[in-house]
């Protein structure tokens, strides 16, 4: 009984290291036609072991790399992350190791490695992190080849779009000018029907001012060439005024504006040219999408004791959740009834809600199609700290402190009669004013 009980342990012995000895050849057979250098390495970094797979990925022969620190052959700038991220795998055994770092090839070049790796105990029973670490040196190469190629094309767009703005804005102070002039009756007495020609030159030079100045700011904000002057500014004030200057529009259409601005609305640090911009944009798709005869609601109060809002509410056409979900996506127009008649380029928005994250606010928009929609600009009350501004004070007086630019290509003569062309507003204009000979 006892030789029996021996012959079949004998037996079951064998069994047992045959099966060991096929899963050890199982498993070495993965390890060395592994793509992954796998490597074992102990708090000090020492290399208790490294696959074979290291000769043909890195050149190394084998046994080259093991009894060594592998800080020996990580680039001096990643050593400290890597030792950072080993010491997290031994500190928090169930932690995964995860980390890149550039590591010498055999002939002198600078791999880049990602590397994971678990806690593991060696046979020699010392405490390890197992690590399986890849080359994607070629991977890395074709995201930084994408990232400067993004780069470099934004930068020619930029410069082609301000370029082309710029070739285009020039031949309009001129035009608009002298149609100013003409109007104001330089040129000798005018019919109405001259009148009305010159009107719509008028009107178009500022349609067309106006599409040149959406694409030269698309393009500094591409560039991070925008800048802000803050100002102390009084939001009541800048929304009488603004909506003063379309009250023709405004007539026109017949609408109802409805104004709930708070009496202790907080003046708030905001660049004044730039919020103007933002609520003359939201109030005027308001007019141009909302049918004759609707009504426009305006509010101003405080969201919060740091932050203010506007929010302008319309009876329009109003859009799909489709819709809304592009609607502040460059150059896109959502397709309504009025969509024609309103004209634009579609960066209106886009433009809008740039400058508005730039002062650290935000523009949020709901809507329901054939009910309305509703714009809400936040602002804060003080300067962003990540803002680098220029504060100016300005006191408010119901009269917006850039409210001449708006109106400055219209001053027409000086006092000797000189037709004046206002190109402050525009530092690349190079046409010079000319005399009425």
Request: glycine share 6%.
């Amino acid at each position: 009984m006892l030789a029996s009980a021996f012959n079949q342990m004998t037996t079951r012995l064998k069994t047992l290291y045959e099966d060991l000895r096929r899963s050890e050849e199982h498993f070495r057979s993965l390890i060395e036609n592994s793509s992954d250098i796998i490597t074992i390495v102990n708090r000090d970094s020492l290399v208790l072991y490294e696959s074979p797979t290291i000769e043909r990925v890195l050149g190394y022969p084998a046994g080259r790399v093991r009894d060594h620190l592998l800080t020996e052959f990580v680039h001096p700038e990643d050593i400290p992350r890597f030792l950072q991220a080993l010491d997290q795998s031994f500190a928090e055994p169930l932690r995964m190791l995860s980390v890149e770092f550039r590591f010498r090839h055999a002939n002198g070049a600078w791999r880049v490695l990602e590397a994971r790796g678990q806690y593991r105990q060696h046979m020699s029973g010392e405490p390890g992190i197992v690590i399986n670490a890849r080359d994607i040196t070629l991977r890395k190469q074709a995201e930084e080849d994408r990232v400067r190629l993004r780069e470099e094309n934004m930068k020619a767009r930029s410069e082609f779009i301000s370029t082309v703005s710029h070739e285009l804005r020039t031949p309009l102070t001129p035009i608009r000018g002298y149609v100013d002039v003409l109007l104001m009756g330089a040129g000798g007495r005018l019919t109405d029907q001259q009148r009305e020609f010159l009107q719509t030159i008028r009107d178009n030079t500022l349609r067309m001012r106006s599409l040149i100045d959406d694409l030269l700011d698309v393009g500094r904000l591409e560039a991070g060439k925008i800048t802000l002057t803050y100002n102390t500014l009084y939001l009541g004030d800048l929304i009488q005024h603004e909506i003063r200057l379309l009250q023709a529009e405004i007539d026109r259409k017949e609408m109802q504006i409805n104004l709930d601005i708070v009496h202790d609305l907080p003046a708030v640090q905001a660049d004044s040219k730039r919020v103007s911009q933002i609520f003359v944009n939201l109030f005027s798709n308001a007019l141009k999408y909302t049918y004759n005869g609707g009504i426009i609601r305006v509010r101003a109060y405080c969201d919060d004791a740091e932050t203010v809002a506007i929010e302008i509410t319309d009876t329009g056409v109003g859009m799909s959740p489709e819709q809304l979900e592009k609607l502040f996506t460059p150059f896109y127009r959502a397709d309504n009834p009025l969509r024609t008649e309103a004209g634009g380029t579609g960066l209106g928005l886009t433009i809008a809600r740039s400058f508005a994250h730039l002062h650290g606010g935000d523009i949020v928009a709901t809507s329901e199609q054939g009910v309305g929609s509703t714009f809400t600009f936040t602002l804060p009350i003080k300067p962003a700290p990540r803002q680098q501004v220029q504060v100016v004070d300005y006191h408010g007086n119901g009269h917006h402190p850039d409210s001449e630019d708006l109106l400055s290509a219209s001053t027409g003569l000086d006092a000797d009669g000189t037709p004046v062309f206002d190109t402050a507003d525009d530092p690349d204009a190079t046409t010079p004013a000319k005399p009425i000979e």
